[in-house]
């Protein structure tokens, strides 16, 4: 029987936190492949309390960050997604205080969970 990679389980234990997810299994599927494509270039990444900052190498995937991106603004609304290009910083954060706990989500996504500096 294969095992599935770590990154792999780490996307779907971040994905049944979020309580509004509206992916099915394929939609799942394909994103947990894009986030796996942008993971070796994610260089830093920061909690904020109210905020998840993801730091890109100079060589990462834009059309993979921006279809994934795509993706999360159609199944998960409330998150905000905001790209400072000459940074290659991304900034998430959620449009309602009580739906915070949905940015611990985005480091495992991108396989980063190990890599979080902490701030705030």
Same mark, same amino acid.
């Given at each position: ?55 890109? /190498?100079? !060589?990462?995937?834009?059309? +993979?960050?921006? #279809? =994934?991106l795509? *993706? ?17 910083r ?11 706990? /949905?940015? !611990?989500?985005?480091?495992? +996504?991108l396989? #980063? =969970?190990?890599r *979080?500096?902490?701030?705030?």
């Amino acid at each position: 029987m294969p095992s599935r990679p770590a990154t792999s389980d780490a996307f779907d234990r971040a994905v049944a936190e979020i309580p509004t997810c509206a992916l099915d299994q394929a939609g799942m599927r394909e994103q947990r492949a894009r986030y796996a494509r942008l993971a070796s270039s994610v260089i830093r990444v920061e909690r904020a309390l109210e905020a998840v900052l993801v730091e890109f /190498a100079q !060589d990462f995937d834009h059309e +993979t960050l921006d #279809a =994934a991106l795509a *993706v999360e603004r159609r199944c998960c609304p409330f998150f905000r997604f905001a790209f400072d290009e000459p940074e290659r910083r991304l900034r998430a954060t959620v449009a309602e205080t009580d739906m915070l706990p /949905a940015l !611990d989500a985005i480091p495992p +996504t991108l396989g #980063a =969970a190990h890599r *979080v500096t902490p701030n705030g």
